[in-house]
């Protein structure tokens, strides 16, 4: 059966019953194990057939959900035949946030089979040169970085030394959210005055959905004191082709939909949710997810940050 995706709705409503009898027949082999057979297991998880899967990321999620009920199955399966699966659904470039739903589904005695996954980086950059087209646009992709280093880019850290008159917030004042060191997004700088050295971003509540935001321009003197606390940010940057109609757009999907599965991002071009507001004006500087800055976005909501300020998004 093949199962139209030109459209996001097309063909939704057959392709969720297959993807539940799928699941259902995984679930089934996962109690017999003795009966396995390769046509089964091959009908129950592979990637296949591809336009089960295209159309809508709702499909794989539905998919790979599924499977979180089986590790018996895959604790009954060949390494080999586990390495198998893995490298077809990677070789697809079918699913989102494929390496976490490959954790969820397989058991831990399969989780080695995952320490060769390419770094979020190195699959953008493949995919950017699979694109055979021209690099010309720079993006930061921004995360917490797990090793504690020296460094003014910070997401939930402390600001000593801060001048108080500056701080935003009259009344109450507002919540520190991240830093960003100039002299490591050098592209930011034309946005703000010539001896700015770290931008703060600032909200009126980090704990519920913030209203009122404010993107303070801090020189070196004006951050003597340090930056402390929180988590160091990391920022990797990465040179792809611009976001437009030309070239392969089967793999300039898949490379941007790579790029958003970044908790942050900077210097690339906006992805909302919603329609923009309309009194959007500014740039957006950069982008993060909720896994990156702590704060309320509501359901799977953006952050979405200017020069000056900041709102959010979400579905």
Request: aromatic share 8%; charged share 25%.
């Amino acid at each position: 059966t093949r199962f139209p995706a030109d459209t996001y709705s097309s063909g939704y409503k057959p392709r969720r019953v297959v993807i539940a009898l799928r699941n259902a027949l995984a679930v089934a082999l996962a109690t017999q194990p003795e009966n396995l057979s390769e046509d089964h297991v091959s009908l129950a998880l592979d990637p296949a057939p591809r336009d089960l899967f295209e159309g809508s990321d709702d499909f794989c999620y539905s998919f790979f959900d599924g499977l979180n009920s089986v590790a018996e199955l895959f604790r009954a399966l060949p390494a080999e035949r586990v390495r198998a699966w893995i490298d077809a659904w990677r070789e697809s470039e079918l699913s989102a946030f494929l390496d976490e739903r490959l954790k969820r589904a397989l058991p831990e005695a399969c989780a080695h089979l995952l320490d060769d996954t390419p770094s979020l980086v190195a699959q953008v950059e493949a995919l950017a040169a699979k694109t055979g087209r021209k690099r010309t646009l720079p993006i930061v992709l921004l995360s917490r970085d797990p090793d504690e280093r020296e460094t003014l880019s910070r997401v939930g850290m402390e600001l000593h030394g801060f001048p108080q008159d500056r701080w935003p917030g009259e009344k109450s004042p507002y919540d520190p959210v991240l830093t960003l060191d100039l002299e490591e997004l050098p592209e930011l700088k034309t946005h703000y005055p010539a001896n700015t050295r770290v931008i703060a971003l600032f909200v009126d509540n980090a704990e519920d959905d913030f209203r009122k935001s404010a993107v303070i321009a801090l020189t070196a003197e004006e951050v003597a004191g340090g930056i402390h606390g929180g988590a160091p940010l990391r920022l990797e940057r990465v040179v792809v082709p611009p976001r437009d109609r030309e070239g392969d757009q089967q793999v300039m999907k898949v490379l941007w939909r790579r790029i958003g599965e970044s908790p942050g991002r900077a210097l690339a071009p906006p992805t909302f949710i919603q329609e923009p507001p309309r009194d959007w004006i500014h740039p957006i500087i950069l982008q993060a997810k909720t896994p990156l800055v702590d704060l309320n976005l509501g359901d799977c909501g953006t952050l979405y940050v200017t020069p000056y300020d900041a709102f959010w998004q979400c579905y």
